[in-house]
């Protein structure tokens, strides 16, 4: 169960974080164009931690 939970949290931070990149880019806010780039970072990182759980199973 882990697995697919981590792989959802993981879509819905690269989600959000892609809505804050496109939103700070079209309003010329850095801040909030770079907190939406590492949002995303942190959803990729989540989805891979997924990935690496359904490899090795939910027991790690």
């Known amino acids: 169960m882990g697995e697919?939970?981590?792989?959802i949290k993981g879509g819905v931070n690269?989600?959000?974080g892609?809505?804050?990149e496109?939103?700070?880019?079209?309003?010329n806010d850095a801040s909030?164009?770079?907190?939406?780039?590492?949002?995303q970072a942190k959803g990729?990182?989540?989805q891979m931690k997924g990935?690496?759980?359904g490899?090795?199973?939910d027991n790690i």
């Open 4 to 7: 697919l939970t981590d792989k």
């Open 14 to 16: 690269e989600a959000i």
């Open 18 to 20: 892609k809505a804050k």
């Open 22 to 27: 496109a939103l700070g880019e079209h309003n």
């Open 32 to 39: 909030l164009k770079a907190e939406g780039e590492a949002q």
């Open 44 to 46: 990729k990182g989540e």
């Open 51 to 53: 990935s690496v759980k």
């Open 55 to 57: 490899a090795l199973g």
